[in-house]
C-alpha cells in the first residue's frame, strides 16, 4: 500500500539531477552554468507548473570537476525519483566515466557542447547526447573563420596553434585540426598546458618565438585570462585568438577589461543573444524563485547556455510524454527516446523564449547532435559582440572522424550498433 | 568482562603466533568477514556498494601499500598517486595489447610494473631520508603525470588521452554489477591485508622497523638497509600499484592522469597517517574516516531538512576536514588505530581498571 501511494506520488514528478561544479578551479565558468540550468528548470514549475503538470524536481550535486566526485554523485541520484532524467555531466572527465555506466544503467548522458565528440554517432552511444555541437565541430568552424578571414587560398601558408588545457577536455579537438591541416596545408602547433593552467610561461615564449597566425583557445576557468594576459605580455594580438565556448564567457575576461578588446570566442548557436526567456526569468526572480544570486548572471553567456542544457532536457521530457502519454512521470528511457527524437523548430524555439538565442534543431537515432550551428563573437571591452555568419561544420572532416572513433570505440567495448532507419 | 584472554592457553609455537591469539578478536573478525562477504552483497544497496565501500576498499588497500613504506619502514612517500597511475596504466595496456592475459593477471602485472619504477623512485632513499626523500617522490608524481598525458603509446593513441576499459570477467564471471565489483574488489583487498600482515610480522617487517627506527643502529645488528629499503619500496608499490589498477578498472572504468594527481597522493598520506602509521587496521580506518566523512557532510543537512548550498557544503567540508586532521593529530597523533587499541585494552581491564 506504501509502495503504492509513492508510486502514485512519484507519477507527477520528474526527477533531475544537476551536477555542477560552484567551487574549485573552473567555478567562475561553473557557478553562472549551474544557477543557468536551475533557473529555467524553476522557470517551468513556476511559469509552467512543470511539464505538462508533471512537476520537475532538482537537486544539485557538486563534483568540483573531479572525476570521482562526479561517479559518487551519479551513484547516488540515478535512482532517485523513479530514475534520473538525464546527467549533464559538466565535465568531459566525467562523461567518460559515465558513459560506460550509461550503457549499462541506461541514463542518458546529455553533454550540450562538449563530451565525446564522436558520441554523436547514436548507433553506437545510444544514451549520449552531444546535442548542438562538440568540440571537433567547434573546431572547423573556428578553421573556417580563419579561411574567410584569411582567404581560403591563403590558408595553406597559416601556422595555427592550440592552445589546450592538457586533459581529455583540451585534447578533443586534436584529431579534427590534425585531418584538416593534413586535407588543407596549413602548420598546426600545439602547446600543452598543464592544468589549472596559471603556469604558462613557457607556452607563451613559444608562441612569441614561432609567431602563429592563429591561436586557437582550449582553455577553462583560470587557465583563460592567464592566456589573455600572457598574450598581452608577448604582444601577441588578441584578436587572433579563439577561444573555445567555455573560455568565452564574460567571467574570463571581464576583470581584463581592454587587455582583453579584441579576443574572440565561439558560441554554440547564438547564445551571446538575449531573448525573451531572460525576461522571464528575470520576472521569476523578482518573485524571489530561482537562482540564489538572481539576476546577477541572466544574460551572461555561461547562463544562456545553462538554461539552453535545461531546456533541451525540458523539451526531451516533453516529447517523451507526447509519445508515451501527457501528464506522466517519463522513465529514463522514455527520455531517452526524446533526446533521440528532438524536434524543434522555429515557431516552438518563438514559444519557448529562445527565439534568436538559438537555431531550430532535430535530432535522430543516428544523429545525436542533432544540427550544429556556431558564431563567432568578439570581446569589446565591455561585452560580447557577435561578428560573424552563421557556420555549420564541414561534414566531410568531421564526419568520417565520427566513423572512425566511434566504431573503434564499439569494437573496443564489443557493442554492436543498432540499425538506425533515420 | 567477556573481552578478555583468561583461560585461553596456547600449547603450541604455532598457536601462539597467530594473527588474532585471542579468541574474541578471531571472532569479531570472522563476523566482519561474513558480513563482508555475504551480507553486504546481499542487502546493502547499489549506491552503498559502489560509491561507498567499493573506493573505501580499494583505498585502504593502496593504504596499507604506503604504510608499509611510511609507517613500517620510515620512508616517507608523497608520490603514491604515481605508483597508482603506473598500475593502472599498466594493467591497462597488457589488456589492451594482449587481450589474453585474465584480468586479475592485468591488476598484478600493474603491481609488477609500479613495483619496478617504485623501486628505481626507491634508490634515493640508499643516500637521502625525511624530507629530501619526501621530495624525491614528489619527483615521481611529476614525472609519471607527465609520462602519462603526454606519451601517447601509454593511451594507445587514444585522441583525447582518456581510456576506459571494456566490461569486465574474471574467471569466466562477470565483474559488472556493483556487488560484483564489490567482492572481486573485496577478495583482492582481504588476500592483500593478510599477506600485508604477515609480512610486517616477519623477519622482512622486522628489519623494516627496525631500519625506521634507528637505520644506523639496525645496521650495525646486521640488517641491510639496501635490501631493507628496496623491498619496503618494492612492495608497497606493488600493493599501490594494484590498488591503481583496481581503482581504474573497477571505480572509475574510464579515467585521465588527473585521477592520480598529487591531491590523490596527500590523499593517501592523510589516511596512512589519521589512519596510524605502522598498523594495518589503521589503513582501514583512516580510508573509512576519508571516504566516508565527505558522503556524510553533504548528506547530514539533507537528513535534517535542511538546505545547504552546494557550494557552502563543499566549503564547510574543506572546513571540518581540515579541522578535524588537526583535532586528530593533536589528540591522537597515533590515529585511530592507537585508538582503537587502546578501547581493546580498556576493555580487557574492564571493570576491574588499575
Given at each position: 500500500m506504501l509502495t503504492m501511494s509513492t508510486a502514485a506520488l512519484a507519477a507527477e514528478e520528474q526527477y533531475i539531477p544537476l551536477l555542477t561544479y560552484r567551487t574549485g578551479s573552473f567555478a567562475p565558468l561553473g557557478i553562472p552554468w549551474a544557477d543557468g540550468k536551475l533557473d529555467y528548470l524553476a522557470l517551468v514549475n513556476e511559469r509552467d507548473g512543470g511539464v505538462n503538470g508533471v512537476k520537475l524536481v532538482y537537486e544539485e550535486c557538486e563534483t568540483a570537476y573531479a572525476t570521482d566526485r562526479g561517479v559518487e554523485c551519479y551513484e547516488r541520484m540515478k535512482g532517485k525519483g523513479g530514475g534520473a532524467s538525464g546527467f549533464d555531466t559538466q565535465s568531459t572527465g566525467i562523461t567518460f566515466a559515465l558513459t560506460d555506466k550509461a550503457f549499462v544503467d541506461g541514463i542518458p548522458i546529455e553533454t550540450m557542447g562538449y563530451g565525446l565528440s564522436h558520441s554523436v554517432n547514436g548507433s553506437v552511444f545510444e544514451w549520449n547526447f552531444p546535442l548542438l555541437g562538440t568540440y571537433w565541430t567547434a573546431a572547423d568552424v573556428m578553421i573556417q573563420d580563419i579561411a574567410k578571414q584569411v582567404g581560403q587560398d591563403k590558408l595553406k601558408d597559416q601556422r595555427i596553434a592550440l592552445v589546450y588545457h592538457d586533459s581529455p577536455y583540451g585534447k578533443e579537438p586534436i584529431a579534427l585540426l590534425q585531418a584538416r591541416a593534413k586535407a588543407e596545408g596549413f602548420k598546426l602547433d600545439l602547446y600543452p598546458v598543464t592544468a589549472p593552467g596559471v603556469e604558462q610561461k613557457s607556452t607563451w615564449l613559444q608562441v612569441r618565438k614561432n609567431r602563429p597566425d592563429f591561436i586557437l583557445l582550449w582553455s577553462a576557468g583560470i587557465m583563460t585570462p592567464t592566456a589573455i594576459r600572457e598574450a598581452q605580455a608577448v604582444g601577441y594580438p588578441r584578436d587572433k585568438i579563439y577561444g573555445i565556448w567555455w573560455a568565452a564567457s564574460e567571467s574570463d575576461v571581464a576583470d581584463l577589461g581592454a587587455a582583453a578588446k579584441?579576443?574572440?570566442?565561439?558560441?554554440?548557436?547564438?547564445?551571446?543573444?538575449?531573448?525573451?526567456?531572460?525576461?522571464a526569468v528575470k520576472a521569476m526572480h523578482a518573485k524571489g524563485k530561482g537562482a540564489e544570486n538572481g539576476d546577477k548572471y541572466v544574460g551572461s553567456l555561461a547562463h544562456t547556455r545553462g538554461m539552453m542544457i535545461s531546456m533541451m532536457q525540458v523539451e526531451a521530457i516533453r516529447t517523451a510524454q507526447e509519445k508515451f502519454g501527457k501528464g506522466k512521470h517519463m522513465t529514463p528511457e522514455q527520455v531517452r527516446w526524446g533526446f533521440e527524437n528532438l524536434n524543434l523548430d522555429e515557431a516552438r524555439l518563438k514559444e519557448l523564449g529562445f527565439e534568436g538565442i538559438m537555431r531550430p534543431v532535430k535530432t535522430s537515432c543516428s544523429n545525436h547532435m542533432g544540427d550544429d550551428w556556431a558564431r563567432i563573437v568578439q570581446w569589446n571591452g565591455n561585452k560580447f559582440e557577435v561578428v560573424s555568419d552563421w557556420y555549420q561544420s564541414d561534414k566531410s572532416f568531421v564526419d568520417p572522424l565520427v566513423k572512425e572513433m566511434s566504431a573503434k570505440y564499439a569494437a573496443e567495448k564489443k557493442i554492436t550498433p543498432r540499425t538506425c532507419e533515420g | 568482562m567477556i573481552y578478555r584472554e583468561n583461560g585461553q592457553f596456547k600449547s603450541s609455537y604455532r598457536a601462539d603466533q597467530q594473527i588474532f591469539p585471542i579468541r574474541q578478536d578471531r571472532y569479531v573478525v570472522l563476523g566482519v568477514l561474513l558480513i563482508a562477504f555475504v551480507a553486504a552483497p546481499l542487502l546493502a544497496s547499489n549506491y552503498f556498494l559502489q560509491a561507498i565501500l567499493t573506493p573505501f576498499l580499494i583505498l585502504s588497500l593502496a593504504a596499507i601499500g604506503l604504510n608499509i613504506?611510511?609507517?613500517?619502514?620510515?620512508?616517507?612517500?608523497?608520490?603514491?598517486?604515481?605508483?597508482?597511475?603506473?598500475?593502472?596504466?599498466?594493467?591497462?595496456?597488457?589488456?589492451?595489447?594482449?587481450?589474453?592475459?585474465?584480468?586479475?593477471?592485468?591488476?598484478?602485472?600493474?603491481?609488477?610494473?609500479?613495483?619496478?619504477?617504485?623501486?628505481?623512485?626507491?634508490?634515493?632513499?640508499?643516500?637521502?631520508?625525511?624530507?629530501y626523500l619526501a621530495v624525491t617522490t614528489l619527483a615521481a608524481q611529476f614525472f609519471v603525470d607527465w609520462a602519462f598525458l603526454r606519451i601517447a603509446f601509454f593511451t594507445n593513441y587514444s585522441p583525447s588521452g582518456n581510456v576506459s576499459v571494456p566490461a569486465l570477467t574474471a574467471f569466466g564471471l562477470p565483474v559488472q554489477t556493483p556487488a560484483q565489483k564489490y567482492v572481486f574488489v573485496l577478495i583482492f583487498v582481504v588476500i592483500f591485508a593478510l599477506l600485508a600482515k604477515n609480512l610486517v610480522r616477519g623477519a622482512i617487517g622486522r628489519q623494516w622497523m627496525a631500519i625506521r627506527d634507528m637505520d644506523v643502529a639496525a645496521e650495525v645488528i646486521g640488517i641491510r638497509p639496501v635490501y631493507a629499503k628496496l623491498t619496503a619500496f618494492a612492495v608497497s608499490s606493488f600493493f599501490i600499484g594494484v590498488a591503481g589498477a583496481l581503482w581504474a578498472y573497477i571505480h572509475l572504468g574510464s579515467w585521465e592522469p588527473l585521477a592520480f594527481d598529487l591531491t590523490r597522493s596527500l590523499q593517501l598520506l592523510f589516511i596512512v597517517i589519521i589512519g596510524g602509521l605502522g598498523s594495518i587496521v589503521g589503513s582501514f580506518f583512516g580510508a573509512a574516516f576519508m571516504v566516508l566523512l565527505p558522503v556524510l557532510l553533504t548528506n547530514v543537512p539533507h537528513w535534517f531538512g535542511l538546505s545547504l548550498a552546494v557550494d557552502t557544503a563543499s566549503h564547510i567540508e574543506h572546513m571540518v576536514f581540515g579541522a578535524l586532521i588537526v583535532f586528530f593529530l593533536i589528540v591522537e597523533p597515533h590515529g585511530l588505530a592507537r585508538l582503537w587499541s587502546i578501547g581493546k585494552e580498556k576493555l580487557r581491564l574492564w571493570p576491574f581498571p588499575h
Open positions: 579584441g579576443y574572440k570566442g565561439i558560441t554554440i548557436h547564438n547564445s551571446a543573444e538575449d531573448g525573451p526567456v531572460h525576461e | 613504506l611510511v609507517g613500517y619502514c620510515g620512508q616517507i612517500s608523497i608520490g603514491s598517486g604515481a605508483f597508482m597511475a603506473v598500475g593502472a596504466y599498466a594493467a591497462w595496456n597488457f589488456g589492451v595489447r594482449i587481450p589474453e592475459i585474465p584480468l586479475v593477471g592485468q591488476i598484478l602485472l600493474g603491481g609488477v610494473f609500479a613495483t619496478l619504477v617504485g623501486v628505481v623512485f626507491g634508490i634515493p632513499s640508499l643516500r637521502i631520508r625525511g624530507l
